[in-house]
Structure formats: C-alpha cells, structure tokens
C-alpha cells in the first residue's frame, strides 16, 4: 500500500554528489507531474524540483544548476541527481505526485513518504 519510497540520502562532504530516488506504485503519468521536497531541522518543507508529465522540470532558485530531476516510467522511479551539495542542502527530501489544474500552483497529492536524510558536512 505504500505509494513512494525515497531512498539514495547519506552523508556526503561539501561539493559531493548524491542521487536519490523515489518508487512509486503507479502510472506517474496519471498525474501532473513528480516532485521533490525536503525540509530540513526546524524548518517548513518546501519545494525542490519537478518534472511535468510531459518532461518540463522546475527548480527552486537555490538548486538550480546543482540539481536535476528526471524519471523513468519503465522503472516507476523518479530521481533526483544532486551535485556541488552545501551544506544548507541538509534536510530529510520527499518525493510526491502533484496536481495542478490552470493557473494553480502545483500541490502533492499523496500521503508523505519516510523520506531520505541527506546530510552534508562542511
């Protein structure tokens, strides 16, 4: 009955790499698109990447350039690819599918996974 599983964080240094990935139990293409979210001690969760279902993606401002976020169907995985990390990257990172109808702003339309700690040290 789970329907995402993140799963790739770790310990990493300062300009390390991580890729995370995410398994989901349906068709990803039922919905908008994919997305990533993490947050971090004491702080909201917020958003970090998407991918429409038509292959657009989306970042934050503060990952753009460091992160990529893609999918593969045959796989029912959604990952994320995460290089130069700093270490405000820490933070425990979600993935979820998300709806967006006209002008709203896209939301997650499943129950919260455990998610993956992703830690960088200085």
């Known amino acids: 009955q789970v329907q995402l599983v993140e799963s790739g964080g770790g310990l990493v240094q300062a300009g390390g790499s991580l890729r995370l990935s995410c398994a989901v139990s349906?068709?990803?293409?039922?919905?908008?698109?994919m997305g990533w979210y993490r947050q971090a001690p004491g702080k909201q969760r917020e958003f970090v990447a998407r991918?429409?279902?038509?292959?657009?993606?989306n970042y934050t401002d503060s990952v753009k350039g460091r992160f990529t976020i893609s999918r593969d169907n045959a796989k029912n995985t959604v990952y994320l690819q995460m290089g130069s990390l700093k270490p405000e990257d820490t933070a425990v990172y979600y993935c979820?599918?998300?709806?967006?109808?006209?002008?709203?702003?896209?939301?997650?339309?499943?129950?919260w996974g455990q998610g993956t700690q992703v830690t960088v040290s200085s």
């Open positions: 349906f068709n990803m293409f039922v919905f908008n698109a």
């Open positions: 991918i429409s279902s038509g292959g657009n993606t």
């Open positions: 979820n599918a998300e709806t967006f109808t006209g002008a709203t702003m896209p939301k997650p339309a499943l129950s």
